[in-house]
């Protein structure tokens, strides 16, 4: 009987090994325009944080005393987030984000020992991304109709969605580094006229799974207490009773946060959350408020 044989690239990861690793915070940070989301720049320290700009909206962030880089088209914003990311064994040589990818990116950008001294990449925004790769999705030949020659929206949106949850896949998987993308939020109606809350991008792949992908959604709002002053403030738990999106994968934050995301960022890395046992426990409705009986529905 042949001994099993471990394949040279596979190993186990102890818990000891996993809790001692350094895990960067990967989330999105959303808001309406004009409620501070860049500004949260200031908030970060200047020495360890990246600004990836995408909007040209730095005057929110003038004299901001950090490293900027500023991207105006898909295939730079491609490349930089395969500098920062580093390579993914799972793509083709001819595919964005493969080894030879990379080793081409780090000739075009140099060392990506470069952005050693970087702790926190900020990018501005997700919703502009998404506009220029719309834009260069549009002039790819596999979104031209084969009958007339002419743009083919159906394929383009499908090439965008692809790109972008790429780009933002690539992203996410960036190891040891916090990574923030700011994105507009919208305020919408359904087809009922009941309002909700949506990520500000082209295409509804992107804004669909984008909260999948990421460990924090926060939303920068405007809270009008039932007295007092409206302040503003982070909304940082799915379930919330303003309707707005969020989502806190460390079980350390509550409903409301101080506007901070410097802090924020502390409070999610420090101590260790509830117990799961507490943290899967969830009060039950009384028994009457819980599930109408039919046959006392009926008659009424």
């Not at 990116?105 to 925004?125: A, E, M, N």
């Not at 790109?163 to 109606?189: F, S």
């Not at 802090?263 to 799961?276: A, F, V, Y």
Request: proline share 6%; hydrophobic share 35%; net charge neutral.
């Amino acid at each position: 009987m042949m001994s099993p044989t471990k394949p040279s690239s596979f190993r186990f990861i102890t818990a000891d090994e996993r809790l001692k690793e350094t895990r960067g915070i990967k989330g999105v940070l959303t808001g309406i325009s004009g409620i501070g989301k860049t500004s949260q720049l200031w908030t970060l320290d200047a020495d360890r944080t990246l600004f990836v700009n995408l909007e040209a909206g730095e005057l929110a962030v003038q004299g901001w005393p950090g490293d900027e880089v500023r991207v105006r088209d898909w295939e730079r914003a491609r490349d930089l987030a395969a500098w920062i990311g580093g390579p993914n064994p799972a793509m083709r040589d001819d595919q964005a984000y493969s080894q030879k990818d990379y080793e081409r990116v780090c000739r075009l950008f140099g060392d990506p020992s470069l952005l050693d001294k970087y702790d926190t990449i900020f990018v501005d925004s997700i919703s502009v991304a998404s506009r220029i790769c719309m834009q260069w999705c549009k002039g790819q030949p596999q979104v031209q109709s084969d009958r007339n020659g002419k743009l083919d929206l159906r394929g383009a949106y499908g090439l965008l969605g692809q790109e972008m949850i790429g780009w933002l896949t690539h992203l996410q998987h960036t190891p040891r580094k916090n990574i923030w993308l700011v994105g507009l939020l919208d305020k919408k109606a359904d087809d009922f006229g009941k309002p909700y809350f949506a990520l500000q991008v082209e295409g509804s792949k992107t804004g669909l799974e984008l909260p999948g992908i990421v460990d924090e959604v926060i939303t920068l709002a405007e809270i009008q207490p039932k007295e007092g002053k409206a302040h503003r403030a982070f909304v940082c738990t799915t379930i919330n009773p303003f309707g707005y999106p969020a989502k806190d994968r460390s079980g350390r934050l509550t409903t409301i946060e101080e506007p901070h995301l410097g802090r924020l960022m502390g409070k999610i890395r420090s101590g260790q959350p509830t117990s799961s046992a507490r943290a899967l426990s969830f009060d039950m409705p009384p028994e009457a408020d819980a599930i109408p009986n039919p046959t006392q529905t009926q008659g009424a």
